[in-house]
């Protein structure tokens, strides 16, 4: 799956004669799951054609400030476009534009846009190879890049000029490769390993029945996605649960017991710079399990259960550089029982559910959450979806992390 999917692109064109090439550079962007809109310079209109760039983007293309049509003039909003933009990708980027983007000129729609954006900007040049060497030209090269835009080089080969050297618009594809790779580059959890526990374990009493619980890993499921969204290389130990996930920055490994959970976080926590543990593990299980069904012959049965391992306290026995972050599900005196938790587990933070709030805790699609760190400063949330607690929490994690 592309970084560049449900992302949001304005594609710049200016006159230059690479600009043909801006039709697969659409059809590319669509293809990796991005929305893309069209701002062309008006010269740019003679080296493609606007409908070719609308029937592809499936948008209508702007390169003037208004637009006549039968019921009189329409404003085209750039500022507007520059703030809707995720990324905005100046191809071909010519001399004249780039010296333009460098003084503030504002004389067309696709310079107005730029102006207004405060996404990155990635631009790739294309020019004759002398003008591409011109002082005047590294200049503006190096201005855009202190005002933090990416430069995509020009590659070196025959140019239209007849001329060989460098000034070729980068090939679309090596673009939109030059663009995925700079993002994942510079994701906040990028290179980070993040270990997650998710799920209830189930605990065998006999071949056929087990103790669990009512978790539905979603929580556990949404940390590991947000957290492989920002690049992380995430291990995600999950007990039995319906949730689904697809994401190549995610290995699960499915557990069903609290002791196969413990060796699993076990085999990857030395080496884990994150760890989140939103399992909700038995504190208890059967202590011997029967071998065969057990047979209702008796109008009272008692189990004799013995304690699980406790798979945070173990974490934070054996924490050196990992940053631990454990849950707390509480009924009574929650804040106390969870800062006990936090200390006696050797937590970095605790994640608090009350099951006295609305909404928060097993089961439902939202959570009502209070983060507390070691310091003991508390952070309140109101009741969101699990997806926002999870971005949230890994948020919390990042400036801890960058503290
Ligand atoms: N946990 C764990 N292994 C266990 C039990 C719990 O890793 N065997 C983790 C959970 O994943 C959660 C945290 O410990 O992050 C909170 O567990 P909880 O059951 O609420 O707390 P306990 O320490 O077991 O305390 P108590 O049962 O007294 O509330």
């Given at each position: 799956m592309s970084i560049l999917r449900g992302k949001n692109i304005v594609l710049g064109i200016t006159a230059?004669?690479?600009?043909?090439k801006t039709a697969s550079l659409v059809r590319l962007f669509i293809k990796a799951g991005a929305q893309v809109r069209v701002v062309m310079t008006p010269a740019s209109k003679d080296f493609i054609t606007p409908l070719t760039l609308s029937t592809l983007s499936k948008h209508p293309v702007h390169s003037t400030f208004t637009d006549n049509n039968d019921d009189g003039a329409t404003w085209n909003n750039h500022v507007e476009l520059g703030l809707w933009a995720d990324l905005f990708v100046i191809a071909p980027a010519t001399a004249n534009t780039l010296s333009k983007m460098t003084s503030g000129n504002s004389d067309n729609f696709l310079l107005a846009t730029y102006l207004s954006a405060k996404c990155p900007v990635y631009f790739a040049p294309a020019m004759d190879l002398d003008m591409y060497q011109h002082p005047s030209t590294l200049a503006s090269f190096k201005t855009l890049e202190r005002f933090g835009n990416i430069m995509i080089p020009a590659t070196s080969g025959e140019l239209a000029s007849g001329l060989i050297g460098q000034?070729?618009?980068?090939?679309p594809e090596d673009i939109v490769a030059f663009i995925e790779k700079d993002i994942l580059n510079k994701?906040?959890?990028?290179g980070k390993s993040v270990l997650v526990t998710a799920g209830p374990t189930y605990e065998a009493i006999d071949p056929v029945r087990f103790i669990g619980n009512h978790s539905s890993g979603k929580m556990g499921y949404e940390i590991a996605k947000t957290a492989a969204n920002l690049g992380a290389n995430v291990v995600l130990v999950s007990g039995p649960t319906h949730q689904k996930v697809e994401h190549n920055l995610i290995s699960v490994l499915p557990v069903v017991s609290a002791q196969e959970m413990y060796e699993a976080v076990h085999q990857y926590y030395?080496?884990?710079?994150v760890a989140i543990l939103s399992a909700a593990v038995a504190d208890y299980r059967p202590k011997n399990v029967a071998l065969q069904k057990i047979k209702k012959k008796t109008n009272t049965l008692s189990l004799e259960l013995e304690k699980t391992k406790d798979i945070l306290a173990s974490c934070g026995t054996l924490k050196t550089q990992q940053f631990l972050v454990g849950f707390a599900l509480e009924t009574n005196n929650e804040l106390e029982n969870a800062i006990g938790k936090l200390k006696r587990k050797n937590l970095d933070l605790i994640v608090l559910n009350s099951?006295?709030?609305?909404?928060?805790?097993?089961?439902?699609a939202t959570n009502k959450v209070t983060f507390i760190d070691k310091s003991q400063t508390i952070t309140e949330f109101e009741l969101k979806s699990k997806t926002e607690v999870a971005s949230d929490l890994i948020n919390e994690i990042l400036k801890h992390l960058h503290a």
């Open positions: 230059g004669i690479a600009a043909y000034g070729r618009m980068a090939e994701l906040p959890l990028r030395e080496h884990t710079d099951l006295n709030d609305k909404g928060a805790g097993f089961g439902g």
